[in-house]
């Protein structure tokens, strides 16, 4: 089972998150993780394979429009190519915090 992410002390699941990202006809695959802030704790950030056109800011209307406010994906979405899985199929969250991570640090420097 995926690990919450907390915002403002609210448990925020990324499977339901990613549930509902699924379901939108433009997107083939998705897995969401928490980003790091130092006010709120964590930021949703959903990570997106795209199925056909459609922009960041058209993913964050179809959510904000159908979950709570401490749900809306405040740390943004990204476009990648695939996302990382085990072979049984599992969302390697771990491979995607580390990555972020790394941007974050790069950034900084």
Request: aromatic share 4%; with cysteine; proline share 9%.
């Amino acid at each position: 089972m995926a690990k919450n992410l907390f915002f403002c002390s609210l448990q925020v699941p990324p499977a339901e998150l990613e549930a509902l990202l699924i379901s939108h006809p433009n997107i083939d695959d998705v897995a969401v993780i928490g980003v790091p802030d130092p006010e709120a704790g964590e930021l949703p950030k959903a990570f997106v394979v795209r199925r056909g056109d459609v922009t960041p800011e058209e993913i964050i209307e179809f959510v904000a429009k159908r979950v709570l406010p401490q749900k809306k994906l405040r740390g943004g979405v990204e476009f990648i190519e695939q996302i990382p899985k085990s072979p049984s199929g599992k969302i390697l969250r771990r491979m995607l915090r580390n990555q972020e991570k790394e941007r974050r640090r790069e950034a900084k420097l």
